[in-house]
């Protein structure tokens, strides 16, 4: 089983820039499609970004297309989210999350692996 530890969030000015890391251990992390999802205080939890394990197929939300990078290294068993162009309303918890790479999925119940947050305030 693989754990999971954010690191990189904090308190940034809008338009300003953040680079989360996910840190991944005990399970082959190669073998774990990942994601990053947020919540924000009152709302649902939602997919930001997701990227398979081989890092060829990416996908974004609506919201943070054209602003949010997703990348991975597997010889550091790390996922990344570069975070450009921030905005108040990307202020929120983010989770890293992993699912085990048998098929694609964008939903948040097919994610079996958490790691406990990192928080993300963005001030106008």
């Known amino acids: 089983q693989v754990q999971l530890v954010e690191s990189g969030g904090g308190l940034v000015q809008a338009g300003g820039s953040l680079r989360l890391s996910c840190a991944a251990s005990?399970?082959?992390?190669?073998?774990?499609?990942m994601a990053w999802f947020r919540q924000a205080p009152g709302k649902e939890r939602e997919l930001v970004a997701a990227i398979t394990w081989s890092g060829t197929r990416l996908y974004y939300g609506d919201s943070v297309k054209g602003r949010f990078t997703i990348s991975r290294d597997n010889t550091k068993n790390t996922v990344y989210l570069q975070m450009n162009s921030l905005k108040p309303e990307d202020t929120a918890v983010y989770y890293c999350?992993?699912?085990?790479?048998?098929?694609?999925?964008?939903?948040?119940?097919?994610?079996?692996?958490w790691g406990q947050g990192t928080q993300v305030t963005v001030s106008s």
């Open positions: 005990g399970g082959t992390f190669s073998r774990y499609h």
């Open positions: 999350a992993g699912k085990v790479s048998n098929t694609v999925s964008y939903s948040i119940k097919d994610y079996g692996y």
